[in-house]
């Protein structure tokens, strides 16, 4: 794994983290990840 690969990916976990403490009042119903064209991509329903 490359180092700079490394770096982008805390900078993600540090944003969801805010994201998380920003609609911790929310919490998902579902969280499941899809992996298409190298692209890992996060999806999260909510039911309110």
Partial sequence: MKRKNI???KKIIRVTN???D???DITP???Y???EKN???KV???SV
């Fill in 29 to 31: 119903t579902k969280i």
């Fill in 39 to 41: 692209n890992l991509t």
């Fill in 33 to 35: 990840y899809i992996w």
């Fill in 18 to 20: 805010k994201l998380s």
């Fill in 7 to 9: 770096k982008f990916r």
């Fill in 22 to 24: 920003f609609k911790n």
């Fill in 44 to 46: 999260e329903t909510f």
